[in-house]
């Protein structure tokens, strides 16, 4: 029985050394050729590279690739598994763009388990002119209504005499970058662009350069990439009403706005105040939500609620946004006694009227002689 055992210890021990001997000589070389070319897209740079020279031999394996890259400074990288030996990809220009990438054998002739080469790495680097205070300032862009993009900006420091400034974009779908051709300017400077008809963009990475160029003084270029629908301001709520039901709840309803702006794309935030009199209103949030309506219970017997509603992308179209404007403040609602005071004044006064009449015909009775008839006369 011990001999068996033996035996068969001895068996698995020299199966085991076959199938390691057999992974352990599988390799596989990284790429070769890595290289990296800026096709002026302002920042949408091809990455390509050539097989490793023995990738033939592995017929039994398929041979991918694991391609990562990044801007110096990021933490973390950003992950490609493919079969293509060429990418296109975005930086940020302004840093050192990273690359690195590895070949990974797996099948028959691995015995199915992965086989990793080592990696192998490139870097590009745009020349950085000028030095880093000449950058643009307070870059800042919004898409309004999902119709047309607005950036502003202000000019780096110090700013040079005649210092021309230029906004340059590109976007999947343009064969090359354009310029900006509706310039905002400050005292003939050139501080902002609005960009039309940008719904080709949406859902792409727009990138964005402004450039700027002064006599005998270098500037340093702002390269940012952007998403257009994580910029977008809607207009303000439209047709909000607002009134009150007999049970005391007050009652809300409003239209999207009439514009670009996907209505299922929009979220909104309902806000009351009560009346307080001279003091400056306490706006409370009640709801944010998708609906168009709300209704809510009355917290007081106050005579005036003020409601607002605003909206913005919802989380359903963007990562973020911004809202709108407010629309208009205050409504006036009466209180249900209030409505009750109006109904039985009127009553009341006409009862006063009645009394006083019925007292001064009594008055002319008194003063009238005994025994002759009352000839009613204006004035007794």
């Known amino acids: 029985m011990a001999l068996r055992w033996l035996y068969v210890l001895s068996m698995m021990l020299v199966w085991g050394s076959i199938v390691s001997s057999s992974f352990y000589h599988t390799s596989v070389s990284g790429p070769e050729d890595l290289q990296i070319t800026d096709p002026g897209l302002l920042g949408s740079l091809d990455i390509e590279w050539k097989p490793p020279p023995n990738v033939q031999t592995f017929n039994e394996c398929t041979v991918k690739y694991k391609f990562e890259y990044r801007n110096t400074g990021d933490r973390d990288w950003k992950v490609i598994f493919t079969k293509k030996l060429k990418f296109r990809v975005g930086f940020d220009l302004s840093r050192t763009a990273e690359v690195k990438i590895q070949t990974l054998l797996e099948g028959q002739c691995t015995n199915d388990v992965e086989v990793q080469s080592d990696w192998i790495f490139a870097t590009f680097q745009v020349p950085l002119q000028g030095k880093l205070e000449s950058e643009v300032q307070n870059f800042h862009c919004i898409y309004h209504d999902w119709k047309y993009l607005k950036c502003t900006w202000k000019p780096g420091h110090p700013a040079p005499r005649g210092v021309h400034y230029g906004l340059y974009y590109w976007y999947e779908g343009l064969d090359r970058a354009a310029q900006c051709d509706d310039y905002i300017q400050d005292h003939g400077v050139n501080v902002g662009c609005t960009l039309q008809n940008m719904s080709q963009a949406e859902y792409k990475d727009l990138i964005i350069c402004v450039n700027g160029s002064a006599t005998a003084t270098l500037l340093r270029p702002l390269y940012v990439t952007l998403r257009l629908h994580n910029l977008a301001k809607p207009s303000p709520p439209e047709q909000l009403v607002v009134s009150m039901s007999a049970s005391e709840e007050l ?43 709300l209704t809510v219970s009355r917290a007081n017997q106050s005579r005036i609620s003020c409601v607002r509603v605003r909206g913005r992308t919802n989380i359903f179209c963007a990562d973020q946004g911004f809202w709108s404007e407010w629309t208009q403040e205050c409504f006036s609602v009466p209180r249900k006694q209030d409505e009750q005071l109006f109904i039985l004044i009127p009553v009341i006064l006409s009862l006063s009227s009645s009394l006083i009449i019925f007292t001064l015909i009594g008055q002319c009775k008194k003063r009238s002689p005994a025994g002759k008839p009352l000839h009613t006369s204006v004035g007794c």
């Not at 514009?259 to 709801?287: F, I, M, N, R």
């Open 251 to 293: 009652h809300m309803a409003w239209s999207p706005p009439s514009s670009e702006t996907p209505p299922q794309c929009l979220e909104y935030e309902v806000q009351l105040a009560e009346d307080q009199g001279e003091a400056k209103a306490a706006w409370v949030s009640v709801s944010t939500q998708m609906e168009t309506t």
